[in-house]
């Protein structure tokens, strides 16, 4: 079944069209990536599809319900959960702390502190740490627990692996395939594209706003995916409607 | 009076100033409004409270538990009709606002209770005191509120680390976008600060008003209290605050002293020394 459906979403960063008539849908406990260069408009979308940024047009269904216009705070209420580029933890809460911000709404769901603890086992005895003395990699993963606690049906993650070591990624991604298991279906945002392509059920490219290439990875060649990214040739226009 | 006393009565009077001066911190802490209509609402909190003694004939202290109450819904109200409409638009729009309802609020008093000065009257209970040694004695009221203002401040501080709407208040300090995405609702979370800032304005006001007169232009001049215990004390630090009240109070009460006209100045003078040499306050903190 259809989670997410995004029909012609444009959405404007003050004159400049970011994202430009984008279509995607992703399912339920599918993983979809999207991928593409620096200004591509990824963390745009990501933003708008969060409540963050307004859409110009366009429409934003969840589970079959409107939410275009919904604001941010009452999308979490509906299920939508965004990992903010930069991970954005609260700096003068303790680690415990920004994962219980992430429960404030009680959506009910199998994400509980304890679960989180069990995907995360080095937060326990770190849990009093105030969050601004962790590594990026740490960040990231208390980022993810305290959005995870939100209980979502759609994760967002935007620029999953920026600024971190590639071992430190690779440990994130681990716990990927557990959280989708969980119920929760994900989109991320990565500017890695062979971490996306592994990772990914399928991918999804934007190059200056417009969406030119999606489908699965094992299906995509590297030098399609080469092509849709850096926008060399005529690449091939993106497919609309189902796979 | 000895000096042993005269700090007794400083630390006491430093309270005060805490409590007086927490709304003020809360509400630049949370929403980046500086609150120049700090001190009069505090004086609005006298007035109501005088009329309402004057007009029902209940007791003071029932006056004071409903007065209260009654700022704090104001509070909410003042927030989600007034103060969020100008947040869009920037600092500067909050702080013409403020200075606008400063200036409103005055004149409102002085239409309607004219330029009398006016006390609380609390009888006995305000000038009784009790002898703790030789040189030292207390009095009930001063006593009465900084124990008012030590648990007040405790209750806040209670409220910010155990509840999550208390969490919330903290995180959209941080970075209210983020809290956004966590399910708050910035106007909630903002009312929400405002009605403690209302509530403990409203409540040092009162304690003002027993222990010295007010009249509708007092306002500012309360204010700058506030401002100099939230700058001694750390922006952002609810025991900086309390700590900050005390500096300032025992340094108005031994300056008092060795010259009663010094009291002020001297007040002034350690809040300048403290803006020169250590900007970031006495306990430079990030809990509120």
């Not at chain 1, 404007?12 to 995607?24: C, E, F, I, K, P």
Request: glycine share 12%; aromatic share 6%.
């Amino acid at each position: 079944m259809t989670l997410l459906s995004v029909r012609d979403l444009t959405v404007h960063h003050g004159q400049l069209r970011a994202v430009d008539g984008v279509s995607l849908s992703v399912d339920e406990g599918e993983v979809l990536a999207i991928i593409g260069a620096n200004g591509a408009g990824k963390s745009t979308l990501l933003r708008a599809l969060a409540g963050l940024n307004a859409p110009s047009s366009g429409t934003v269904e969840l589970a079959g319900r409107d939410i275009t216009r919904m604001p941010a705070h009452r999308r979490v209420v509906a299920g939508v959960a965004l990992v903010p580029e930069g991970r954005r933890l609260f700096r003068s809460l303790t680690v415990e702390e920004n994962l219980l911000a992430g429960a404030y709404r009680g959506r009910p769901g199998p994400w509980t502190m304890a679960a989180v603890l069990e995907l995360f086992p080095w937060m326990a005895e770190r849990r009093g740490q105030n969050a601004g003395q962790l590594s990026g990699g740490e960040q990231q993963a208390v980022a993810i627990g305290r959005a995870l606690l939100s209980n979502p049906d759609l994760l967002l993650i935007d620029e999953l692996s920026l600024g971190l070591a590639p071992v430190v990624v690779r440990r994130i991604y681990e716990v990927l395939p557990g959280i989708v298991g969980a119920g929760t279906t994900a989109l991320i945002v990565e500017q890695d594209v062979s971490q996306a392509m592994r990772v990914a059920d399928r991918v999804h490219c934007l190059l200056e706003g417009r969406s030119v290439l999606q489908g699965r990875p094992a299906e995509l060649t590297g030098e399609r995916v080469e092509h849709a990214y850096f926008g060399i040739g005529a690449a091939e226009p993106a497919q609309e409607g189902r796979h | 009076m000895g000096w042993v006393n005269a700090v007794v009565q400083g630390l006491l009077l430093g309270g005060l100033y805490a409590l007086f001066a927490t709304g003020l911190s809360l509400m630049f802490g949370v929403m980046r409004i500086v609150n120049l209509a700090h001190g009069d609402l505090a004086v609005v909190a006298s007035f109501l409270a005088l009329a309402l003694v004057s007009g029902t004939g209940l007791p003071l202290w029932v006056v004071i538990v409903v007065t209260v109450p009654l700022f704090a819904a104001l509070g909410y109200l003042t927030q989600r009709v007034l103060l969020q409409r100008s947040l869009s638009s920037g600092p500067l729009a909050t702080l013409l606002v403020t200075f606008g309802l400063s200036i409103v609020l005055q004149n409102v008093l002085l239409e309607v209770f004219s330029a009398d000065t006016r006390t609380l009257d609390a009888g006995a209970f305000a000038t009784g005191s009790f002898e703790v040694s030789g040189a030292v004695s207390v009095g009930y009221l001063s006593l009465t509120t900084f124990l008012l203002a030590c648990a007040a401040l405790a209750g806040i501080q209670l409220f910010l680390s155990r509840t999550g709407l208390g969490r919330m208040l903290r995180a959209s300090s941080d970075d209210p976008e983020t809290a956004n995405l966590m399910g708050a609702d910035s106007r909630h979370v903002y009312g929400i600060a405002t009605v403690i800032a209302f509530a403990t304005v409203a409540l040092a006001g009162l304690m003002f008003a027993i222990r010295s007169s007010f009249d509708p232009a007092i306002g500012p001049s309360r204010l700058i209290f506030a401002f100099e215990a939230v700058v001694i004390g750390g922006l952002g630090s609810l025991w900086g605050t309390l700590l900050g009240g005390m500096v300032l109070g025992v340094t108005q009460s031994v300056s008092a002293q060795v010259d009663p006209a010094l009291t002020l100045l001297a007040g002034h003078l350690i809040f300048l020394a403290v803006l020169a040499f250590r900007p970031q306050g006495l306990l430079a903190g990030r809990t509120a």
